[in-house]
């Protein structure tokens, strides 16, 4: 019998969003189960109904054979669930003892039983290979011994089934083999692991079970043995119909932008990326493809001067962008959409005209002698409001009070007001309608027909393919692959080097490395 | 789609209705409670509520006491507006009131005062005064991220204790043990607005013109130019300023410099005004924090805040006559003013009101509020 | 100068300290227990002075240990209604708090002229009373170091006592029970409490109770032994410098004792110094208490950054 078992479960949130449609998931006890899938393909929310967090709109979850409902992650726990989410929760200046008895202390009276509490967990770390020391700041740890402690906290109450979240995306090669053989020791000793993942390699090594989502739905259930990579990457990846803007031919010899050596380390300490050499030139858009989490929106960052760099050497228009600032860096012409346009690209609470005159503050167009000038600032967003067909009721009206698209549009408007040399693009039509998605995509179109020079990084592969004259794979914080755009090239074929599953030569890449 | 004067007015008629409409019901229940305590510790709550809310108008002194705590609440509104516009919570106008009294002292008593340039000299050695004092804090918080709110409050006391000393001690005095200075020269002290034959109101002199002065000036340095312009996005969402090149700690520091220098301003109101002409110690009776009621009502929009502050002060002074004429002591307002911050900076509205009631249990959220959790 | 040694370390002078400590301490106590749980409690200084008038009052009617109680609940039920209005009602809590300090700087003199029956000064005329000192004078009975040890140790308040226990008391809480873990965590990282079914706005509402309660405590010795009987704005800023102890003492209990006596200390000095020195600036040395806080703020600051750029750079 089964384990657990979800059947047609479906989830729409508010607004509309379908995240699971009728998805199947069974899970045998002690088995390795990897739940994969693309960005977007339900993964997270399916893990959040498993564990309580979310209620599903439709289908039943049944454990050991029986029916069951979580209103909360506490009824869950108690169920013999726990999760590790990819975002730790624990207290940093408390010791890893004390993060994993949390909430389910053992008391001595009135007192807390440090002894007893050590001792628990140092027998849990030796029975499950967790190595792990309890009394350390859990801040004073390296990530991967962090994620013991997580992985402590559920076991310490008794879960039967643990739910790990993209356990890899946070660690380095050597930390994931250990992660590895802990889980083999988990299950050894009769729990069971669900593994939600990206890194094909890694799912291949590690699980028993794979199950892949796409869109919301179930693809199929496989076992590990009887599968191949290819057919693993064409099930997660798809065949989806390629759209392709038409695009003017352009001269696309002056280099425009380059990074040589680019080294970005996070503010854990993770290396995400780990010395790249791309150059993108006038009239062309470059595709930066990779699934989240390898280096693309850190890349952007860096060359927009958002994002501190470790290492390496960013060249904007022949100057070293070193100690340029953010303005200066648009003084040369660099415009860019940003991932976040809620977090980073607007002030919702502001007008639309001001927001479209943000960036451009130490414009004599729009700034004299430090008073703003309101006439021009107003006729600017009238004009762009007109050029981008923004949904508003006036130029003064909060931007807050903007549909996503039309929020997006000004972003856009904004940055392609006047033509850049250099635009860097991050989801650049995520969470936006059709209709304001075929204008963005014409948009940014444009801008390179007229020269611009253009990096696109997207979640959304079809974008990619649509869009861009050459492509190129990122994985962990590295190019693996580059191509020159064309019919003959597929979603399959990126998805082997997205996943991780093959790398090209160098010789390969040079084709389409300018 | 594009300009469309009507529905751009509209909409904006209808965020000042709701945002009035939630202040007077704030206000509505705050009186209710004070009535409430009246009722239960007078011998005549109606004669005391009539007292408070009608007899304001009633003579030209009254007008004047009204207009002139109008005014200076005015200032200190403008000063925690601009403040909580880049949402930043220095709380030191009360700091800045007194070293800005003090510098207009030391002017005001120097042979500078006996002349014509008293007036104007004291006052910008106010604001100089108060914008320093109003920096420090600001500073601190830019290099080293120090919290703006224990440091203004520290500088607040520092202030007083100065103030304490310098009159006690130091300033030139009538006589030994009093606790004032002399008197400023006629020069030094802002003279009366109103002296007509038959229209006569002592306490109101120019101080009421500097407050609508500031009101111009704040108002059209946050919507006209580039550093308002900067300092309200840096409010609205750091990242965003950022990303856009604005440099958020020079504008954090500036804002809350600029706060100071208002700050210092009233000081020079009060010591040099019709009221005092002198500096004493504890002359500002904690007027200043008064401007955090007048900033959260008016949402810390300038041209709202002389509004809220004429309906405030007349509230203030309904309630000093009535202390005067009747058994309530004044202090009663202290409920009123308490009620009324905690509504408006809380998310009450009357659906909300509504919900909290019937469901009994808001959701425990993990977001703690801006202020603690800016160490 | 030598006559201030003298008196600086005598018995006398530490009584002093004592005294003028015990109502800071506490009220240091209050607000170490509402910071670590992720609070600024800027209202110590109203719950103080409302602790002090409940107090007053009470005492006029009951013994000295009921009034003292009282005035704990004023204080706490001041701290129950910062967290209805910031938890529940969504309200910023430095406004909060401010709005507190309003509320009972005018809500006092208000019950005072009520009180007094138009006396919004002092309550002069009213009988209220003191809580009493405990008379260790029996202690000169120890051969040799007797009388000395008398000196010290006889005729502190009872509260002083009291404060010695409670910052005993808050350290135990903190660091030994489980309750105490729950409340560091939801001040430092409330996410993984949460994640572990603590209900992390019940901890925060009982710590500003509580530091209401702790607040209320230190006016009732404020207004019972300090002084006996109240004068408005009677704490006259020791809510704030209560604040300043916590940080200076780096937020633990032991630190915050440390720094509540050395800002008592101050306190005394600033009472003895203008007898020995006729134009001695009393007021500069109530000030350095203020100073030395902000000098704390900005060296704790530097380390903090100092700390986040070792652990960002590679």
């Known amino acids: 019998m089964a384990l657990l078992e979800a059947i047609g479960i479906g989830k729409t949130y508010p607004g509309g969003v379908v995240a699971n449609d009728g998805v199947n998931l069974v899970i045998q006890p002690g088995e390795v189960h990897a739940v994969v899938g693309e960005n977007g393909a339900g993964k997270s929310t399916l893990m959040k109904i498993l564990f309580g967090l979310e209620q599903p709109n439709a289908g039943t979850l049944l454990l050991d054979g029986k029916p069951v409902q979580f209103a909360g992650p506490r009824e869950a726990i108690d169920a013999g669930i726990g999760m590790v989410f990819q975002h730790f929760s624990l207290v940093p200046s408390f010791a890893v003892y004390e993060n994993v008895v949390m909430g389910s202390e053992p008391k001595a009276g009135i007192r807390l039983d440090r002894k007893k509490a050590i001792a628990e967990v140092q027998a849990l770390s030796d029975k499950f290979r967790l190595k792990v020391d309890p ?39 050597q930390e994931v083999q250990e992660l590895f053989v802990a889980i083999r020791s988990l299950v050894a000793q009769g729990k069971t692991v669900i593994f939600i993942a990206h890194k094909l390699p890694e799912v291949l090594e590690i699980s028993d079970t794979i199950t892949v989502m796409r869109q919301g739905k179930t693809v199929g259930q496989v076992k590990t043995k009887e599968v191949t990579e290819k057919s693993l990457a064409a099930m997660m990846v798809g065949r989806e119909v390629s759209l392709r803007v038409e695009r003017k031919p352009t001269d696309q010899t002056q280099r425009v932008a380059s990074v040589a050596g680019l080294r970005v380390v996070n503010a854990r300490g993770t290396e995400v990326v780990a010395g790249l050499d791309l150059a993108v030139h006038s009239g062309e858009i470059v595709g930066l493809v990779g699934v989240e989490g390898n280096g693309q929106a850190e890349t952007l960052e860096a060359i927009a001067g958002l994002r501190a760099i470790a290492d390496g050497h960013i060249q904007i228009a022949n100057e070293n962008a070193a100690g340029l600032s953010v303005l200066d860096r648009r003084g040369l012409g660099l415009a860019s959409i940003p991932e976040d346009r809620i977090a980073e690209g607007l002030a919702t609470g502001a007008s639309v005209a001001e927001n479209l005159v943000a960036t451009k503050l130490n414009d004599s167009r729009y700034v004299r002698h430090g008073l703003l000038d309101l006439k021009a600032i107003k006729a600017n967003a009238v004009k762009l409001i007109e050029r981008f067909s923004i949904r508003v009721g006036g130029p003064s009206y909060a931007v807050s009070t903007l549909s996503g698209g039309n929020m997006q549009k000004v972003v856009v408007a904004r940055e392609l007001a006047e033509q850049p040399n250099l635009l860097l693009v991050n989801q650049p039509t995520r969470g936006v309608d059709l209709g304001a998605t075929q204008f963005i995509w014409r948009t940014i179109t444009d801008a390179r027909d007229a020269g611009a020079a253009v990096l696109l990084s997207s979640a959304d592969l079809s974008e990619l393919l649509a869009l861009s004259d050459r492509l190129v794979v990122l994985y962990r914080g590295k190019i693996v692959a580059a191509f020159v755009n064309s019919p003959d090239l597929t979603p399959e074929t990126l998805g082997t080097y997205m996943l991780g599953l093959s790398t090209q030569t160098t010789a390969e890449m040079q084709v389409a490395l300018k | 789609m594009s300009n469309n004067p009507t529905i751009d007015r509209s909409s904006r008629w209808k965020a000042i209705r709701s ?27 109606f004669e005391a509520l009539n007292v408070l809310l009608t007899q304001i108008p ?94 203004s409050l520290m500088l607040n006391y520092i202030a007083i204790e100065l103030c304490n000393y310098l009159v006690r001690a130091q300033l030139p005095k009538p006589q030994a043990g009093v606790l004032t200075t002399n008197d400023f020269p006629d020069t030094a002290v802002l003279p009366q607005l109103i002296k007509f034959d038959g229209l006569n109101i002592t306490r109101l002199d120019y101080g009421f013109v500097f407050a609508l002065v500031a009101v111009a000036i704040v108002w059209f340095a946050l919507y006209r130019t580039s550093w308002g312009l900067k300092l309200r996005l840096v409010g609205h ?24 220098a208002l700050g210092g301003l009233l000081g020079s109101m009060f010591v040099q005004g019709q009221g005092w002409g002198k500096l004493t110690v504890l002359f500002e009776g904690n007027l200043a924090f008064e401007g955090i009621l007048v900033a959260i009502v008016a949402r810390s929009r300038p041209l709202a805040v002389p509004i809220v502050a004429l309906f405030y002060g007349y509230l203030r002074q309904g309630a000093q006559l009535m202390n005067i004429r009747t058994d309530v002591p004044a202090e009663v307002i202290g409920v009123v003013t308490a009620i009324i911050i905690l509504l408006v900076s809380s998310s009450y509205s009357v659906t909300f009101m509504k919900r909290l009631f019937r469901r009994g249990a808001a959701p425990a959220t993990a977001a703690v509020p801006a202020g603690s959790a800016a160490k | 100068m030598m006559e201030l040694f003298i008196t600086v370390f005598s018995a006398a002078f530490f009584v002093t300290i004592i005294r003028t400590t015990t109502p ?8 170490l227990v509402a910071d670590l749980s992720g609070a600024l409690n800027v209202a110590l200084e109203g719950m103080m002075l409302v602790g002090c008038l409940t107090a007053v009052l009470v005492s006029v009617y009951a013994p000295w240990y009921v009034a003292v109680v009282s005035g704990m609940g004023a204080g706490a039920l001041l701290g129950l209604l910062m967290a209805f209005f910031a938890y529940r009602m969504k309200a910023d809590i430095i406004l909060v708090g401010f709005a507190i300090n309003i509320l009972a700087a005018g809500g006092t003199v208000f019950a005072l002229s009520i009180a007094t029956g138009g006396d919004k000064g002092t309550s002069i005329n009213l009988p209220s009373k003191a809580v009493p000192a405990i008379d260790l004078s029996f202690l000169s009975g120890v051969p040799g170091v007797g009388p000395t040890l008398t000196a010290f140790l006889s005729g502190h308040s009872v509260l002083s006592w009291i404060a010695a226990f409670v910052v005993f008391a808050v350290w135990y809480f903190l660091y030994r029970t489980p309750w105490g873990l729950w409340l560091r965590g939801v001040g430092e990282y409330p996410a993984a409490p949460e ?53 200076l003492g780096a937020r633990h209990p032991v630190g915050a004792l440390l720094a509540a006596l050395l800002f008592g200390a101050f306190e005394a000095l600033a009472v003895v110094m203008p007898g020995l020195f006729s134009d001695a600036p009393a007021e500069l040395i109530r000030s350095i208490p203020f100073v030395v806080t902000i000098v704390a703020l900005v060296l704790f600051s530097i380390r903090a950054q100092r700390a986040l750029a070792l652990r960002g750079a590679k």
């Open chain 1, 135 to 173: 009394l350390p700041a859990v801040r004073s740890l390296p990530v991967g011994q962090q994620q013991r402690v997580e992985i402590l906290k559920s076991l310490y109450r008794n879960a039967r089934i643990l739910i790990l979240d993209e356990p890899t995306a946070v660690l380095a090669p």
């Open chain 2, 19 to 45: 945002e009035t409409g939630r202040a007077v019901g704030a206000l509505l229940i705050a009186l209710a409670v004070a009535f409430v305590v009246v009722l239960l510790t007078s011998k005549a709550p």
């Open chain 2, 58 to 151: 009633q003579k030209p002194r009254t007008i004047g006491l009204w207009l002139d705590d109008a005014a200076k609440l005015t200032i200190t509104g403008l000063a925690f507006s601009l403040v909580f516009q880049a949402r930043q919570f220095s709380m030191g106008v009360q700091g800045q009131v007194y070293v800005g009294a003090i510098a207009a002292a030391y002017v005001a008593l120097s042979p500078i005062g006996a002349t014509w340039a008293g007036i104007p000299a004291g006052m910008i050695a106010a604001m100089l005064a108060g914008a320093v004092w109003g920096f420090i804090p600001g500073i601190a918080k830019a290099k080293l991220g120090a919290n703006e709110i224990v440091s």
């Open chain 2, 237 to 260: 969402n750091p990242r965003f300023a950022e990303y856009s090149g604005i440099k958020a700690t020079f504008i954090m520091v500036s804002a809350m410099t600029a706060a100071g």
């Open chain 3, 24 to 31: 800071l301490l506490l009220a240091t106590m209050g607000g």
């Open chain 3, 195 to 247: 994640a572990a079914g603590i209900p992390v706005n019940k901890v925060r509402t009982w710590s500003l109770v509580v530091s209401g309660a702790l607040a209320g405590m230190g006016g009732a010795q404020l207004a019972m032994f300090n002084y006996v009987g109240f004068t408005r704005d009677m704490t006259a800023g020791r809510g704030f410098i209560a604040l300043g102890a916590v940080l």
